[in-house]
């Protein structure tokens, strides 16, 4: 796969990451982990299947962290917290097992 602009690469990389996203949000509201689970499986065999496997799971795993940044940022500015305030909350809440 080749790409011609920085448009057309975020064409091609953000909406399995917005599926996988959604799922997550989805699954979270309805207590289902199923479905996150079947948008993962979905996106990752789409990406095994495509003519380049390693090139489809590099632009999955681009896309899902170019849409964690996006995401960071919009939620720094709407909350006028740093992305450094905001990642460590989410270390805090989700990674530290610690407390």
């Not at 011609?4 to 990389?13: A, C, K, Q, V, W």
């Not at 996150?36 to 390693?54: E, K, L, T, V, Y």
Request: aromatic residues 8%; glycine residues 10%; negative net charge.
């Amino acid at each position: 796969m080749s790409v011609e602009s920085p448009d057309e690469l975020m064409h091609t990389i953000l909406p399995p990451a917005l599926e996988v996203l959604t799922a997550w949000s989805i699954a979270e509201t309805e207590a289902d982990p199923a479905i996150f689970h079947h948008a993962m499986n979905r996106a990752f065999g789409d990406a095994g299947g495509a003519q380049d496997p390693w090139r489809g799971f590099a632009d999955l795993m681009f896309g899902l962290s170019s849409l964690s940044g996006i995401l960071l940022g919009e939620l720094a500015a709407a909350t006028g917290r740093s992305r450094g305030d905001i990642l460590h909350a989410v270390h805090l809440r989700y990674l530290d097992t610690t407390g």
